[in-house]
């Protein structure tokens, strides 16, 4: 017992020395969330704490349903897509109290409410369950290229990381009017098995480019199903570019959640290269790979295993026990980035 205790003892021990290695060389990229879609996270408090709370004992029942047994009514919300799910759960108090304790539902309000508000707000909900939400906020990495993925593409809700929203290595996609007019399609809709995808007015693209009005849009996978043909880039005519911001208008950040441990994580950079860059643009100039270096995204695992191989990171680490504040060092470490203030403004006032 006093062995296992000494266990636990030296492995909090480790993770408390551990996390003040993070605190000191490390900082999450603000300008990362706020180039793609992004709200403001004081609008959801209170949706939160309403979407959780279930209000006293019900006092009628479900009709018919009850007779099914519970684990049925389970399954049953669980295939139910988004709308359909919270319309049920406004039926009363034992809706309620039901969809309260659907696997996943708690943990996907507390930790993926505003990916859900913005799966409502862009007319995605009725393509998705509640357990298709959960599934990706448990996943921790881009399902692309293996990276930690803090973000997600929301036409298909695909965890994916910053780096291949950046570089174009989405599944493609284009607005509803160049499908049409690609397929020379005459009807005025198109088929509603295919997800539409409502854009949200805002701030995108780390040139922080001002998009105003609301566009529809579409993957190309889809559209190439019902035209039975492939739809290459040179056919798109869309202008580049326009085409190089609807990337960041169908994504947005999304934080992984470790259901074993519970530990809830955003990705984190690494400070020491940010300085080291910084360093050598005022000197001998900067070289490619350092630039990659200062936009990787780590999860916390895959930090420590870097920041034992970073010199400048173990630098800072120094520094901060000797009582030196690292936000002064670096001023975008202190902002989370390199977006100006403007763009900052403009992106919680959506």
Partial sequence: MAMERAQIDRRHSEKAYENSMIRAASYHRRDFDLAV????????????????????????????LECLPLEIIFEICLLLDLESLFRFRQVNRRAQQIISAVHGYRETITYALEVLCIVLRTKTAPYFTIYDLFK????????????????????????????????????????????????????????????????????????????????????????ARISRCLINEEAQPTRQKKAAVLRYMVTTALPHLDITSGDIQSGICCSGCQVALEEAMRTTGIEVSALGLRDKVYSRDSFLEHFRQCRKAQELFTLSKKGVDIAKISESVRRGGYFNERGVIMSFGR
């Fill in 37 to 64: 879609i992004k709200t403001n996270p004081s609008d959801h408090e209170q949706v939160r704490s309403s979407m959780l709370r279930t209000t006293g004992a019900p006092s009628v029942n479900l009709g018919r």
């Fill in 136 to 223: 990706v906020l448990c996943t921790r990495d881009c399902l692309l290229c293996g990276s930690f993925g803090g973000f997600v593409f929301l036409p298909s809700l695909m965890r994916c990381c910053f780096s291949c929203i950046k570089e174009d290595c989405l599944p493609a996609i284009m607005s509803v009017a160049d499908a049409k007019r690609l397929i020379k399609w005459s009807a005025t809709r198109l088929p509603k098995s295919i997800p539409v995808f409502k854009t949200l007015p805002g701030i995108y693209s780390m040139d922080e480019t001002s998009q105003k009005r609301r566009m529809q849009i579409v993957t190309k996978e889809h559209i």
